[in-house]
Structure formats: structure tokens, C-alpha cells
């Protein structure tokens, strides 16, 4: 399960979403065993999440995937695992980095419009309740998939297409909540704050959202005529420039939502309509389906026709930092850094910043300048300036792309969710990445 972030990317560390399903019936003993057993729960810690910390930037622990709709019959023991795995983490004193949460379906909110009116399925009150207790008081947040396209596809034409792809709106087409007057110009924060309300309805006001999922397919049947490559370029593009405006949502202005793009690679082996096999960014082969250029800053290189961006060392990058990245680009990140041994030609300059800079860009040029594959910490930024020099050519040179993609590792950075699958935007200007654990990881590893 690949997921991109928006701020942060993300390669997630779980099965493909094919097999998630057949691992279905398995995964469900797995959170029943965890639910039931501090002790089960404390040693898939140990060997999932202690064993891979400080060196993976461990940030949230993601138990299942839309476990209230897809496995009801675990519903029971949800919180006592969400709860045995905090346990764990305090014990291991990464409670304070590492928040415990689970995604949920967009469909366990009732009467989402106007979002003022908004509340959980009440059938799920004995299980809701007591998780967002938890999540209060651990400081954690709802993880929430958001899917604007089925609730266009859904919604007989009421919901405009403009306004599902975050596509500006005239003042009279924007949805108004009756209610509270807020004006809604797009699906994305209507649905988001139809959560912040449902909460609201059972007196929690303090807890953030996660979107875990959210992305538009790029292709469809004869029934999904809107599932283009257009549309999801449109929609994702679109989502990114929404979340790193900071702008919140109508009901929490200010307070950017923290987002993951759904998903990182086609899945040409899941079953259902043509759209479920069309929500990435990538086919499956690590060709492009459509490209997001997206700097350090959020900056969209629209009209860059040669295509030539490079990754480079900052300028004011802390030697030690960039040492790491060499280091890591070199080893787990698979470049070929031969150029850079002496008598080879980018030995010269013989210096940590001209290094790091070959081999990053390298990195960057090999992952097919996916966002977020150009951060390393904080010490890399992206740049239209051709950086070879005399016999040393960089990677990306007289615009070549690199189209396969190495996608069993990720670069390294300082920051960084899934009913099946995903992909990252956060807040923030800076791509960087993390993992977010899921217990589906336990299935594979265990």
C-alpha cells in the first residue's frame, strides 16, 4: 500500500490493496489478538515500531483500515488495541512522538450536508465514544478517508464537478450550511467539516482530523465517465494547492488539514470497476501517469517545457546532514554513486556538499522526481539550474527522465495514512516523509 503525501511522502509499509483482501480474515485475528492481549500488543510493538526507531521517523501507528465498516466483528476490541498499543509506546517512551489512531470511512457520518447537521451512525456510539475518548486524551487525531468522487458519482448530479475538483466557483453556486452560514466552495471541506461537527454532536471539540485517503481515479468504465487523467491531475493538484495555503476548513480556519493522496501506484490486480484499478500516480511498470511538479514551496513548475528539475544541497545545509543524505542515497537509496569515487568524474570538487548533491539528485532522477523524493531532511530543495559541471553530467540532464522507479525505499526527512492504500499532504512547505505503521504490516511481517 503506497501512499503520497502532501507535505510528506510516503511509501506505507503494508501489502498491495489486492492482497489485502485476501489477507482480510487474518488481519481480523490480528486486531482481535492485539485487543485482547497487552502483551500480544507489546510485542508487535517491540518488533514493528521499537526495532525500527530512531532510524525510521515513526510518527503515527494507523491499527486497521475502516475497521467499523469493513470488519464490524472487530469493532469490539478496537479501542482496547488502539489502547494496548499506547500502552506500549508509554512504556517505550514514544508516546509523545508516536500518535495511535484508526481510519474511518466517510460513510460513518450521517447526513453530511450541511456538515452542521452532521453525526455518527449511532450504531456505532459503543465503539465511537470511547475512541475519541482516547484519542483526547492521548492528544491523537480522527483518521478520516475522504473521497470527493464518490460523492459526486453518487450524488445524481447534485454535486457539480467543479465543485468535487476544487475548481472555482460563482458566489451563487457555492453550497451555503443554512445553519451556520458558512460558505462551502468545495466537497473536501464539506466532508471534513461534517466530522468536525459530528465530534461536536458528542461533545468532543478539541480533536484534529487526518485525512488518510483522498484522490480521484485517472481512468474508468463506461459508467465513470468522469474518471480521467484530466480530472485526477485537476483534483489532486488542486488538493495540494488547498492544504498548503494553510487555509483550514469553514469551520476551522487556520488549522490546515493534514492530508494523504490516494495512492502512490495503479492497482492492476484489484478487482470491481475500472476505476479501482486507476487511483495512482503511478502504472504499476513506474511510468508516469500524470506529473505533479511541486518545489519545496509548494511552487507548481506549470511551465517548466524542458522538464529539467534537479535536486540540490541547500546552500546553508549542515555538513553532518548532508553527509546522511550521501550516505543514504549511496546505500538504502540505491544510486549509483561510482562517479563520486576518486579519478571518477564528479570526484571534483572533492567536497560533502558536491557529493550529496550528485548523488540526491540521482535519487530524485530514479523515483521519477516524484514530490517529496527531494528533502533529505530539510537539506535538499529542487532547482530548474542544470548543476553538471566540465565531465560530470547530472542525472536528468537535456530532459531525460527516469521513468522506472525503485519503489522499496523512500528519502529520509523530517516529517510525515488507508481503507486499503495511500499516499500524503500535511501542512507545512517542506515534502518530507515518514511512516505511518498500520497493523496490516503485522500480516506480512509476522
Known amino acids: 500500500m503506497e501512499m503520497l503525501s502532501l507535505v510528506s511522502t510516503l511509501v506505507q509499509m503494508s501489502p498491495t490493496c489486492q492482497v489485502q483482501q485476501r489477507l482480510l480474515p487474518f488481519l481480523r485475528l490480528k486486531i482481535l489478538g492485539i485487543g485482547q492481549s497487552n502483551a500480544t500488543a507489546a510485542n508487535w510493538v517491540a518488533r514493528n515500531v521499537i526495532a525500527h526507531v530512531p532510524a525510521t521517523n515513526i510518527t503515527a501507528i494507523a491499527v486497521g483500515s475502516e475497521v467499523l465498516t469493513s470488519l464490524p466483528n472487530a469493532a469490539p476490541v478496537l479501542v482496547s488495541a488502539l489502547k494496548f498499543i499506547q500502552a506500549a509506546l508509554v512504556a517505550a517512551n514514544l508516546d509523545q512522538q508516536i500518535k495511535v489512531s484508526t481510519p474511518h470511512s466517510s460513510s460513518v457520518i450521517l447526513d453530511s450536508f450541511p456538515p452542521s447537521q452532521a453525526f455518527f451512525n449511532k450504531t456505532w456510539d459503543p465503539v465511537m465514544v470511547p475512541l475519541l475518548n482516547f484519542l483526547q486524551s492521548t492528544g491523537s487525531y480522527l483518521m478520516l478517508n475522504v473521497y470527493p468522487y464518490y460523492d459526486y458519482m453518487q450524488s445524481n448530479g447534485v454535486v457539480p464537478l467543479d465543485y468535487a475538483l476544487f475548481r472555482p466557483l460563482p458566489p451563487n453556486k457555492e453550497a451555503i450550511d443554512s445553519n451556520t452560514l458558512l460558505h462551502y466552495t468545495n466537497v473536501f471541506d464539506a466532508i471534513v467539516d461534517a466530522a468536525y461537527f459530528a465530534m461536536s454532536y458528542l461533545k468532543f471539540t478539541n480533536i484534529p482530523i487526518l485525512v488518510t485517503e483522498s484522490g480521484w481515479p485517472s481512468k474508468g468504465d463506461s459508467s465513470e465517465p468522469d474518471a480521467t487523467v484530466d480530472n485526477a491531475n485537476t483534483y489532486n493538484s488542486n488538493l495540494i494547492r488547498h492544504v498548503l495555503n494553510n487555509s483550514g476548513t469553514p469551520k476551522q480556519p487556520g488549522i490546515a488539514v493534514s492530508t494523504y493522496i490516494y495512492e502512490l501506484y495503479n492497482e492492476d490486480l484489484k478487482s470491481g470497476p475500472v476505476s479501482e484499478n486507476n487511483w495512482g500516480l503511478f502504472y504499476a511498470s513506474g511510468a508516469q501517469v500524470y506529473t505533479l511538479h511541486l518545489t519545496n514551496s509548494g511552487t507548481v513548475f506549470a511551465n517548466d517545457t524542458t522538464n529539467q528539475t534537479f535536486c540540490v544541497a541547500k546552500s546553508n545545509a549542515d555538513s553532518k546532514m548532508l553527509q546522511a543524505a550521501l550516505d543514504w542515497a549511496c546505500g538504502p537509496g540505491k544510486v549509483d554513486c561510482s562517479p563520486l569515487l576518486q579519478g571518477q568524474s564528479c570526484y571534483e570538487p572533492n567536497s560533502v556538499a558536491s557529493h550529496a548533491t550528485y548523488a540526491i539528485n540521482s535519487y530524485y532522477q530514479q523515483m521519477a522526481k516524484s514530490a517529496g523524493t527531494c528533502d533529505f531532511k530539510g537539506v535538499a530543495s529542487i532547482t530548474t539550474t542544470n ?60
Open 387 to 446: 548543476p553538471s559541471h566540465g565531465s560530470c553530467i547530472f542525472s536528468g540532464s537535456g530532459g531525460k527522465n527516469v521513468t522506472s522507479v525503485n519503489g522499496t525505499a523512500l528519502a529520509p526527512s523530517t516529517n510525515s495514512t488507508n481503507s486499503g492504500c495511500l499516499s500524503q499532504y500535511y501542512n507545512g512547505g517542506f515534502f518530507t516523509s515518514t511512516v505511518i505503521l498500520t497493523l496490516i504490516l503485522s500480516v506480512v511481517v509476522l
